[in-house]
């Protein structure tokens, strides 16, 4: 394993730093911003910005590196999160970090395109499974351990910013100074929507109402919880919750799906996420014994959406058209994620805090009766039909960008023989 992870240490490591800073950063914001008393639709268009600029980001992207080359634009993108996020600190006002977050969204999927390249040309067929897992495991605990750097700094003043700020600079070092070889250029990134469509209908509406779901909450949970009363500390334990329990419930819900019509576990799910949020909207709790496990059992339900909404996709897809369809899945939830906090931040604004979950619970319901309705329309398939589950990590915005799809392992293989091989039509 070591002779495996060794050639691919650095970039891991770039990655790993990546995250923290995003996990810090998307924490911070919301809750500086709701002490700064900015409104709930100024925090909601936070998240937009971020997930426009990161979509946008995925379609520029690769012109920027075939004409500046990796290194350099990997350099030169985390360059630029780094000095919007110490502008942040520096500019305490909406619209400077409404315009900054989206810059920080765009260099952000070119830094995961990037890196996701690198570490499919260092993989090998036998290895891409391992190191797509662990780059997987690594941008959830970077997320996660980032957001748990808020309760240990003083949210009134720049030193977090300061902070992340240098988190970022320390990304920008493994990478650089890799020996890894200069891969191939990104793929172009294509979106055709009515051919998403017409493969499968329901992952096509679930991954859109996830999207709204996961960026509404993802985005407006810390809004929530200060709004609610919690402290720093309780929101970032909250935030993270959601994303642990989450990933834990992939896999039990995954081989369910594997053994079963995946829509009846996409309706189960969503329906449970669906009541989960009514009841917070209902109950109001303000105990936080109460109120995090509450929050624990909508995340569970929400956050293992995507990847069964993914296998359903792909069981009806030929495979060569994994990454196709793959990737072009992953751009509809990031559309999802720009729709989902500016509507969250109006209905918070008319009827309080807890109506955010009106709205996830509202995306929950859609998916619940369409994957109902569907599955009287195509027959399901039979479990040797069926594609394998992997699990892929959800959080408000994409994690991982179309680059990292030929990086799992469900991706065509094809054979190592020192020539390079276009790995998919283009998405």
């Not at 993989?123 to 980032?146: C, D, H, K, P, Q």
Request: neutral net charge; aromatic residues 10%.
């Amino acid at each position: 394993m070591s002779r495996n992870l060794l050639p691919v240490f650095a970039l891991l490591s770039s990655t790993l730093f990546l995250f923290l800073g995003n996990g810090l950063q998307g924490l911070v914001l919301p809750v500086r911003g709701s002490a700064e008393g900015y409104s709930n639709e100024v925090l909601g268009f936070l998240g937009t910005s971020w997930a426009a600029g990161f979509v946008i980001g995925c379609f520029v992207a690769p012109a920027i590196v075939r004409r500046a080359g990796h290194v350099r634009a990997f350099g030169s993108f985390v360059a630029v999160v780094c000095l919007t996020v110490l502008m942040t600190g520096l500019v305490v006002d909406d619209e400077w970090w409404i315009g900054l977050r989206a810059l920080t969204g765009f260099c952000t999927a070119g830094t995961s395109m990037i890196i996701e390249s690198w570490l499919n040309e260092r993989a090998t067929n036998e290895t891409r499974g391992m190191i797509f897992s662990l780059y997987i495991a690594i941008t959830l605990l970077g997320v996660v351990a980032g957001q748990m750097i808020v309760p240990m700094g003083n949210i009134s003043d720049t030193s977090l910013f300061m902070i992340c700020g240098i988190i970022y600079c320390v990304a920008i070092l493994p990478a650089t100074l890799s020996k890894a070889a200069t891969p191939q250029p990104l793929q172009k990134v294509r979106l055709d929507l009515p051919a998403l469509y017409r493969n499968s209908p329901v992952s096509f509406v679930g991954i859109l109402m996830i999207g709204i779901a996961n960026g509404a909450y993802g985005t407006l949970g810390a809004v929530f919880g200060a709004r609610a009363g919690l402290d720093p500390t309780m929101i970032a334990i909250m935030v993270s919750v959601t994303i642990f329990v989450g990933a834990m419930a992939q896999f039990p819900a995954g081989r369910l799906s594997d053994r079963i019509d995946r829509r009846y576990v996409l309706a189960g799910l969503a329906g449970l996420g669906a009541m989960a949020g009514l009841a917070v909207a209902a109950v109001q709790p303000h105990n936080v014994y109460l109120l995090i496990p509450m929050i624990a059992v909508y995340g569970a339900a929400a956050n293992a959406l995507y990847p069964i909404a993914v296998a359903h996709a792909n069981d009806f897809a030929a495979s060569q058209d994994f990454v196709k369809v793959s990737g072009g899945l992953l751009l509809l939830y990031g559309i999802g994620t720009i729709i989902g906090p500016t509507l969250g931040g109006a209905v918070m604004t008319h009827y309080g805090p807890y109506a955010l979950f009106l709205v996830t619970a509202l995306a929950h319901t859609l998916i619940t009766a369409y994957a109902i309705m569907r599955s009287y329309r195509r027959a399901a398939l039979s479990t040797e039909e069926k594609d394998n589950f992997t699990s892929i990590p959800t959080t408000p915005a994409p994690l991982v960008t179309p680059e990292s799809i030929a990086l799992d392992p469900r991706a065509p293989q094809y054979p190592e023989d020192g020539d390079y091989v276009e790995k998919g039509a283009g998405i």
